[in-house]
């Protein structure tokens, strides 16, 4: 049981680039969100989705774009880097019923030079 | 105004202290309340949560809300160095979709 899965770990972009962050989970949870975490900030949400084919934005959700076309992927596109987006990124996923507390993977460290 | 303001230390303690971490919030709506720890370079774990006011104890941990003053707090007995990692508090309204995070606070349990 792998939980939740975040690829890449760690990434080097240069301003003006696009790249997909990759998010699974394989514990059948309806409801997946996108945070980062910035020094001084705590963890801001960017945009979440309580199933497939259903997203909505968050706190931060300027600059990114977020797709469910299943349950168990969520992925976090930059349409177009820029240094301000340099984080770490964070997604994490319950099940919906009621109240759950969200489970968490490891992060992806993305620098934005 | 934050939503949710934690002290973001840092907190030195030597092993074996008892160490209070607290959050403070803004909204009356908030139902459930939570405490996250989060070692470096991973991502955050949860640790315990209750629902309204009252005290949770799990083992070394208790957990304390006091909705009356808008805030929550973590104590640590016994504190082990295993216990260094940074606390998030964490909290929501009672629908729980959209979770509201304190910044953290590190702390370093020294042997």
């Known amino acids: 049981n792998a939980g939740v899965t975040q690829t890449p770990k760690f990434q080097v972009l240069k301003t003006g680039q696009s790249m997909t962050l990759q998010c699974a989970q394989d514990m059948n949870h309806e409801y997946m969100s996108w945070y980062r975490q910035d020094p001084g900030m705590g963890l801001r949400l960017i945009h979440y989705?309580?199933?497939?084919?259903?997203?909505d934005q968050g706190e931060v959700p300027n600059g990114y774009n977020v797709s469910r076309s299943t349950t168990e992927d969520f992925p976090l596109r930059l349409l177009s880097a820029a240094p301000s987006q340099t984080s770490v990124y964070f997604c994490?996923?319950?099940?919906?019923?009621?109240?759950?507390?969200?489970?968490f993977g490891d992060g992806t460290r993305l620098s934005i030079l | 105004q934050k939503e949710v303001e934690q002290d973001p230390g840092p907190l030195s303690v030597p092993e074996g202290a008892i160490v209070s971490l607290n959050c403070t919030y803004s909204?009356?709506?908030?139902?459930?309340f939570m405490w996250y720890r989060q070692y470096s370079r991973k991502g955050p774990e949860l640790l315990m949560y209750t629902y309204s006011s009252g005290n949770k104890e799990d083992g070394r941990f208790t957990a304390q809300v006091d909705k009356s003053s808008k805030y929550i707090s973590l104590f640590i007995r016994d504190s082990q160095p295993s216990d260094s990692a940074t606390y998030l508090c964490?909290?929501?309204?009672?629908?729980?979709?959209?979770?509201?995070f304190g910044t953290g606070t590190s702390l370093t349990v020294i042997p």
């Open positions: 964490a909290m929501t309204l009672n629908t729980g979709n959209q979770f509201y």
């Open positions: 989705s309580v199933g497939a084919g259903i997203t």
């Open positions: 909204n009356s709506a908030f139902q459930y």
């Open positions: 994490a996923s319950s099940y919906l019923q009621g109240w759950q507390p969200q489970h």
